[in-house]
């Protein structure tokens, strides 16, 4: 089982482009309880189910077309150059899906997230992008084929399909076509996110080499699986109930257990920085005053508070430079 034979049983044989061009956009994601470590690393397959929120309007907005030669890829109105990896990432996705050898695609992408807000972009890079393959070759697939699509080009991407609260079903089947993600239908009109950029050089580590390293390394991810299993049950309550505090204290501390994870792999793989340390620190100080803020982190240094819009003023008041987004509206 390979990539290339999961786009054949999705797409079937229907190559030839129905429109000139395709285009899609998709959100940005934030997982409230986190993928972290694979059972099938060719085919992003999950060792657990994930549960996140996406990002409203801050994302990734992709226009794709077919041209005779190589592919042309551009990100923010400038040319990506054919020796990075991420273009070799690319051209490499792009490859499961061309009609003919020898045909290019050209890639016009531009990201809405503040540029270097800190997010990682190839969640909503790769959901948009199948997307817009999809619209453009017009085999009009059911959303949870165009998840498992998203999931081939990264693991969070098959989140950034849809809106709101989403989860990403791990599924058990060798050829991953019971792990894709789907929307749940719950909104929590007052929750906000708030973006901390502590920094945005490029990870020593990245998330695929960290939870590789984790899995194959670290004594505690052994109790992983179960804290996961717990932690969605706490996740899906707080959101069917709107109980924030459940939300926030589950997703924080199912975020500092996957970093626990990784910091007793080998060699040791800490994402943070002094200063991520310190905004913790200042969270927890805040909360112990009355405060009701959460965060979580991802596979680098960066901060996102999970709190309600009626702290948000307060919340900026302490720390400048928070950029806030509102997952609902
Ligand atoms: C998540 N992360 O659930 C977790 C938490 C990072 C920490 O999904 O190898 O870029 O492409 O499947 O999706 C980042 O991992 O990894 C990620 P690949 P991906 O959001």
Redesign the pocket.
Known sequence: LNKQSIVEKITGARRSPAHEHGEAFAPS???L????G?RN?EL?L?VTS?L?ISLGNLGTRTAVELIDGSDVILLNGLPVPSDTSFSKRLREYLDLFRPAPGTGYRVTTHNTIPTAAGL?S??SG?AALALALDHLHGWQLKPRDLSILA?L?????S?SVFKGFVEWHAGSADDGMDSFAEPLCAVFPDLMIGLIKISVAEKPV???V??KRTIETSTLYQTWPAQVARDLKSIRRAIETSDFELLGRTAENN?LT?HATAIASWPPTLFWLPESVKIMQAIWSWRASGMPVYFT???GPNIKLIALRDQVAALSSHLHSIEWIAPFT
């Open positions: 994601n934030i997982a309880v986190k993928y972290w694979k690393d992003n999950p994930s996140s990682a190839s969640a790769f999931r080009g990264s693991g969070s991407a989140r990245s998330s695929r960290g939870m975020a996957m982190m991802d596979a």
